[in-house]
């Protein structure tokens, strides 16, 4: 029901100014109570009202800024003297001390605290007083308990910037290892942001809230090196193909940059510094299939050039893909190259011809070699890390790795051995898990998984020591982990066992892949001169089939009975090899090759 | 006074001794074999450090007090004799 007022005034009095006037109070309408509703309603009786005496509370959230510090040195002035005393004139405050020295407070004072001091002294110079007894027994005692292995994060370095980018690429300082190289960019294919900053950080170890010093590149930098020898110079390989150095003593620009023209088409994935006389000489790599020498004396172009075609004639639409660079300087003729259809190349870089600089090439991976390292330990064998796998290849075997990991479900996106012990890798997931392998203790799984964070893990670094990784995510994030002590000490006879048995054992295969080629081909070429005398030998596919199984059968047998006198011998030799199957039968290839002859 | 320096040369020829400094109450060095802005800088931080050493000690037991103070560091040992008026540092790097 509307109560409504209605106020009205005639048109020509509009304009007219206000006479206002007092007046009773008038009664416009009254509601009086009509009985006849009530029946509509109920009496409530008892009424039941709840009340409650307390506290009102709100819950509210707060968050600090993030604390920005700098460290900053006092320095100490000298203070005390007498006010009428200028302590820079020099005369003056030696007439002072003077006085003093005649004091014969002063003396008796002196001879007193001297006496007492000359004893400590002495004291320092007869015996270490702090020397530690046991020392040889602490350590046994040590190693017989057994300590989980574990590793915990120390320090979380975040890019300070909005808009955040990958963390690419580690590199530790060369000296001292306190301070950490980090390149950032994005490796979505034209998924960057536009405001996205191109700078990379070094970070101090000691201070995750500000970097330490920042590099600025043209381009954002996808690899980022310390040279070995001089700890202030850093080499990065950036998104656009360039490679820039940095001189950390001259500032934030690059000290010189590669000309666009001779530098890579496409992302530079790896620099690594050589081992050079001038100790001034790079090579990079890139999806577009080139490796190319670099001086950074003069980076207006590559001293040497090599493209990565398997067909050996220097074609650069038949080239592989680069993603990963391997060098030892233990060896530095050699290198190789991950590349992203899978394959380990390995090169001499003292061949004469282009041709003969690509020595052979090791397949079995599904996708991009992520990480290429040799064992510190044992430079022939080395880790490569692609799609869901991790493999540890022999050089001298070219057919296959000799180890492998099961496929994860997370692909594996960088991976290194640790410097100190030679059974231990690490491995970093798309899920944020960073994995420790131990091969000497268990070779199924890792000794340890550990989550780091959320989102996916792509880049890692052991620092010299083996104690200390950093782990890049993609959200920048720099995680600084520490190992536990039993997985860089090194422990007894770790390299004398390293290896052996699974090198053994590829050699074994491959002796046997080319018995069975061999056969293959002396069988074929009966069969051909047979079918030639036949005048239409077209076999019926059931004929096919039939004689594939056949074929198959015999094979078993064969390989059967092969394997029970090997197993004599084994027992004879008391060698542990681990065959489960000789892996023959089940390859896919061997098998198709027959039914189609 | 020619005691106190044939004291001094003493300890100053102990084997390993790298400096000494005498310290007055208000902080002005007296006599120091080191060059002036490391005795500043010692004198400043020890006479800091021996308050709270002694305020220490007599916090715990009102009857005691403070007598010497090694401060042993990975580089050197820092041996400091306080007393009332004066006091005292020498800084030794201890054979081992």
């Excluded at chain 1, 060369?174 to 980090?182: I, R, S, T």
């Excluded at chain 1, 994935?269 to 004396?297: C, E």
């Excluded at chain 1, 207006?300 to 398997?310: G, H, I, T």
């Excluded at chain 1, 100190?420 to 998984?449: A, E, H, Y």
């Amino acid at each position: 029901m509307e109560i409504v007022y209605v106020y009205t005034k005639k048109r020509s009095e509009f304009g007219r100014q206000c006479n206002f006037s007092d007046r009773p109070a008038e009664l416009h309408v009254d509601i009086l109570p009509d009985i006849s509703l009530a029946a509509n309603f109920t009496v409530r009786d008892p009424c039941n009202v709840t009340v409650q005496c307390a506290e009102e509370m709100s819950e509210h959230e707060v968050n600090t800024e993030r604390f920005e510090s700098e460290s900053r040195g006092i320095n100490h002035v000298e203070g005390g003297w007498p006010k009428d005393l200028n302590p820079e004139d020099m005369e003056v405050t030696i007439r002072y001390r003077k006085k003093v020295e005649k004091d014969e407070h002063y003396q008796n004072t002196i001879m007193q605290i001297a006496g007492l001091m000359e004893h400590c002294c002495k004291q320092n110079n007869a015996t270490d007083i702090y020397q530690e007894f046991f020392e040889e027994e602490d350590d046994e005692v040590v190693e017989e308990s057994e300590e989980q292995p574990s590793a915990k994060t120390i320090n979380v370095f975040r890019d300070p910037n909005e808009v955040k980018r990958t963390a690419t690429s580690l590199c530790w300082h060369p000296d001292g290892n306190h301070k950490l190289a980090v390149a950032y960019s994005s490796l979505e294919f034209q998924r960057a942001p536009n405001d996205m900053s191109f700078d990379s950080y070094i970070w101090d170890i000691e201070n995750p809230n500000k970097p330490e010093m920042t590099l600025k590149p043209v381009s954002p930098l996808v690899c980022l090196e310390y040279n070995p020898k001089d700890s202030h110079i850093l080499v990065g390989g950036s998104y656009n193909g360039q490679i820039a150095y940095w001189d950390t003593r001259k500032g934030s620009q690059p000290a010189e940059m590669s000309t666009i023209e001779h530098s890579h088409r496409d992302p530079v994935y790896k620099v690594i510094w050589l081992q050079s006389k001038t100790g001034t000489d790079i090579f990079s790599a890139s999806t577009d299939g080139q490796v190319l020498w670099w001086d950074i004396r003069k980076m207006s172009e590559p001293f040497e050039r090599l493209v990565l075609d398997p067909s050996k004639k220097g074609n650069l639409d038949n080239a592989l893909g680069a993603v990963s660079l391997e060098f030892e300087t233990t060896m530095p003729t050699k290198f190789m190259v991950g590349t992203e259809q899978g394959l380990v190349v390995s090169c001499n870089r003292k061949a004469k011809t282009p041709a003969e600089k690509i020595v052979c090439t090791y397949s079995g991976h599904h996708g991009p070699i992520y990480a290429l390292q040799r064992n510190p330990f044992f430079p022939k064998n080395f880790l490569t890390v692609a799609d869901w796998t991790a493999r540890i290849w022999s050089e001298d075997i070219k057919e296959s790795s000799i180890m492998w990991t099961k496929y994860h479900m997370a692909h594996l996106l960088d991976g290194c051995w640790s410097p100190v012990r030679p059974s231990v890798f690490f491995t970093v997931k798309m899920d944020g898990t960073l994995d420790v392998w131990d091969i000497l203790f268990k070779q199924n799984d890792p000794t340890l998984s550990l989550k780091v964070c959320d989102e996916a893990l792509c880049s890692i670094r052991v620092q010299d020591n083996g104690r200390f990784l950093g782990c890049g995510s993609q959200l920048g994030t720099t995680t600084l982990l520490e190992v536990s002590a039993g997985l860089c000490t090194l422990q007894k006879n770790e390299k004398a066992m390293m290896f052996e048995r699974e090198t053994k054992r590829e050699k074994i295969l491959e002796a046997r892949h080319r018995e069975m080629r061999l056969k293959e081909r002396s069988r074929s070429e009966q069969s051909r001169e047979d079918e030639g005398k036949e005048a239409d030998g077209e076999e019926s596919t059931e004929e096919l089939v039939a004689r594939a199984e056949r074929e198959f059968f015999d094979i078993m047998e064969a390989e059967k009975k092969k394997e029970w006198n090997e197993e004599r011998q084994r027992e004879k030799v008391k060698d542990v090899l681990l065959l489960e199957a000789p892996s023959s039968i089940y390859n896919p290839e061997s098998w198709v090759e027959k039914a189609l002859l | 006074m020619a005691e106190v320096e044939e004291t001094i040369k003493r300890i100053q020829s102990q084997k390993g001794v790298q400096g000494i400094i005498i310290v007055n109450a208000e902080g002005i060095p007296i006599k120091s074999t080191l060059d002036n802005s490391s005795t500043v800088q010692y004198a400043g931080n020890v006479h800091q450090l021996l308050l709270k050493a002694r305020g220490m000690v007599r916090d715990i037991d009102p009857q005691n007090d403070l007598t010497f103070l090694r401060v042993r560091s990975k580089k050197n040992e820092i041996m400091i004799a306080p007393d009332k008026d004066y006091f005292l540092i020498v800084i030794q790097n201890p054979t081992e």
